[in-house]
């Protein structure tokens, strides 16, 4: 949980001092003699932004919410969080209030939320009507780019989510790769630029149109700059899904859309299997660490965000099936809001479709084929595909394995 400790006033600090004690952590591990304690506890001196951040290491976010909010987060029910909403939109005082305070504790998360687009139904039909009078060739090949390229980036417009998905569209297709960045830069430009001109502006100088012949940039990132990020990703959510990112380098969308049935972490295998225009995926595997920190770390974790969020989900009016079948039942935007916020404090800042580029650069450089590259990382082209498909491999699957254990970068080690 995330806490600006300079905020934190001396009585509330003496509070948190209170309650570290009642759990009885020895003086030792504290790091603060009985003598400063005593001083601490009745004010004599004021506890040090240093000493403050030691103790809250020794609670959990509850016991720090319900110190520094007055309430305990587990007692906030979506029902609440509805009930909030409706009378901001009725009370004007009550809704600026609620802004406030937003802004005061989720001020970096909302940040990170302003620079996302939500694409609508009238926003679609507007550019529809916007692009009839262009050829009908060319209009109907923007109203197919647009409509392809918004159900993958499932209608919500960032500079990461753009950046990537044409980033991961070069990879089968240079030709579409631009034919879509020029659709995305007319519909920001001419949609998004009336209602949002700043926010258009943004998204509209966040990408390139790629051009023929361009070689791919670089990728600079490092094996132990994964583990530094890894480690500084707070929500276990979050550093399930940047961990299978890692070792798998799958596309990030392949990824929030795996289905339960699609993991076997006994067998440690995950099972794509599709084809189509543009995604070509087989299988691909888990290292036995990390197949064994998900199963007992982050399926007990996803069970209990499960339970504790499935009736809010249905009052929303969500597809509660559909969501109870994902491997990773949260949202897209707050995943990349916690890694964002880890790769501020790593001081590591890359964009998640380099963990891809990094995987085959990473088994590339020890002698790995390029075809097994990639069969675990679904590239093969369609005929390759299809002759996996009838003859399936030209080696096990267990030898695929081996292969994989031996030279696919391991972040838990």
């Given at each position: 949980m995330?806490?600006?400790?300079?905020?934190?006033?001396?009585?509330?600090?003496?509070?948190?001092?209170q309650?570290?004690l009642?759990?009885?952590?020895?003086?030792?591990?504290?790091?603060?003699?009985?003598?400063?304690?005593?001083?601490?506890?009745?004010?004599?001196?004021n506890i040090?932004?240093?000493?403050?951040?030691k103790?809250?290491?020794?609670?959990?976010?509850?016991e720090?919410?319900?110190?520094?909010?007055?309430?305990?987060p587990?007692?906030?029910?979506?029902?609440?969080?509805?009930?909030?909403?409706?009378?901001a939109?009725?009370?004007?005082?009550?809704?600026?209030?609620?802004?406030?305070?937003?802004?005061?504790?989720?001020?970096?998360f909302i940040?990170?939320?302003?620079?996302?687009?939500l694409?609508?139904?009238?926003?679609?039909?507007l550019?529809?009507?916007?692009?009839?009078?262009?050829?009908?060739?060319?209009?109907?090949?923007?109203?197919?780019?647009?409509?392809?390229?918004?159900?993958?980036?499932?209608?919500?417009?960032?500079?990461?989510?753009?950046?990537?998905?044409?980033?991961?569209?070069?990879?089968?297709?240079?030709?579409?790769?631009?034919?879509?960045?020029i659709?995305?830069?007319?519909?920001?430009?001419?949609?998004?630029?009336v209602?949002?001109?700043?926010?258009?502006?943004t998204?509209?100088?966040s990408?390139?149109?790629?051009?023929?012949?361009e070689?791919?940039?670089?990728?600079?990132?490092?094996?132990?700059?994964?583990?530094?990020?890894?480690?500084?990703?707070?929500?276990?959510?979050?550093?399930?899904?940047?961990?299978?990112?890692?070792?798998?380098?799958?596309?990030?969308?392949?990824?929030?859309?795996?289905?339960?049935?699609?993991?076997?972490?006994?067998?440690?295998?995950?099972?794509?299997?599709?084809?189509?225009?543009?995604?070509?995926?087989?299988i691909?595997?888990l290292?036995?660490?990390t197949?064994?920190?998900?199963?007992?770390?982050?399926?007990p974790?996803?069970a209990?965000?499960m339970?504790?969020?499935?009736?809010?989900?249905?009052?929303?009016?969500?597809?509660?099936?559909?969501?109870?079948?994902?491997?990773?039942?949260?949202?897209?935007?707050?995943?990349?809001?916690?890694?964002?916020?880890?790769?501020?404090?790593?001081?590591?800042v890359?964009?998640?479709y380099?963990?891809?580029?990094?995987?085959?650069?990473?088994?590339?450089?020890?002698?790995?084929?390029?075809?097994?590259?990639?069969?675990?990382?679904?590239?093969?082209?369609?005929?390759?595909?299809?002759?996996?498909?009838?003859?399936?491999?030209?080696?096990?699957?267990?030898?695929?394995?081996?292969?994989?254990?031996?030279?696919?970068?391991?972040?838990?080690?």
């Amino acid at each position: 949980m995330s806490v600006k400790i300079d905020e934190i006033d001396q009585e509330t600090r003496r509070k948190i001092l209170q309650k570290v004690l009642e759990k009885n952590i020895p003086y030792d591990k504290l790091g603060i003699s009985r003598t400063m304690i005593w001083y601490y506890k009745n004010g004599k001196y004021n506890i040090p932004n240093n000493v403050t951040e030691k103790l809250l290491k020794f609670l959990t976010p509850e016991e720090i919410s319900e110190i520094i909010y007055g309430v305990s987060p587990d007692s906030a029910t979506i029902n609440d969080a509805i009930k909030v909403v409706v009378r901001a939109i009725k009370d004007p005082q009550y809704r600026e209030f609620v802004l406030l305070l937003m802004q005061k504790h989720l001020g970096e998360f909302i940040k990170q939320l302003s620079y996302e687009y939500l694409v609508s139904k009238e926003d679609i039909e507007l550019f529809e009507k916007l692009s009839k009078s262009k050829a009908k060739k060319t209009y109907e090949d923007y109203i197919r780019y647009l409509n392809d390229t918004l159900r993958d980036m499932n209608y919500i417009l960032s500079p990461d989510k753009i950046k990537e998905y044409i980033a991961e569209t070069e990879e089968i297709s240079k030709h579409r790769a631009r034919h879509i960045a020029i659709v995305l830069k007319f519909f920001i430009k001419e949609i998004i630029g009336v209602k949002n001109p700043p926010l258009a502006n943004t998204l509209y100088y966040s990408f390139r149109i790629p051009r023929p012949g361009e070689q791919p940039k670089e990728i600079k990132i490092s094996i132990e700059d994964i583990r530094k990020v890894f480690n500084n990703i707070e929500d276990i959510g979050a550093k399930a899904f940047f961990l299978v990112m890692a070792e798998t380098g799958l596309r990030t969308g392949e990824v929030l859309n795996l289905k339960i049935n699609q993991i076997d972490l006994e067998k440690r295998e995950i099972n794509l299997s599709k084809n189509t225009q543009t995604k070509r995926s087989y299988i691909t595997f888990l290292h036995q660490n990390t197949a064994l920190w998900l199963k007992e770390i982050y399926v007990p974790f996803r069970a209990k965000f499960m339970s504790k969020y499935k009736h809010g989900v249905i009052q929303l009016g969500g597809n509660v099936k559909e969501w109870e079948s994902k491997f990773f039942p949260f949202q897209e935007e707050r995943i990349r809001a916690d890694i964002k916020e880890a790769m501020t404090r790593a001081e590591i800042v890359f964009r998640l479709y380099d963990l891809r580029a990094h995987f085959a650069m990473y088994m590339t450089k020890q002698g790995v084929s390029p075809m097994i590259i990639d069969i675990l990382q679904g590239r093969v082209s369609p005929g390759q595909f299809k002759i996996l498909q009838k003859h399936y491999l030209p080696f096990g699957k267990e030898e695929l394995k081996e292969i994989y254990d031996k030279y696919a970068p391991k972040i838990l080690t």
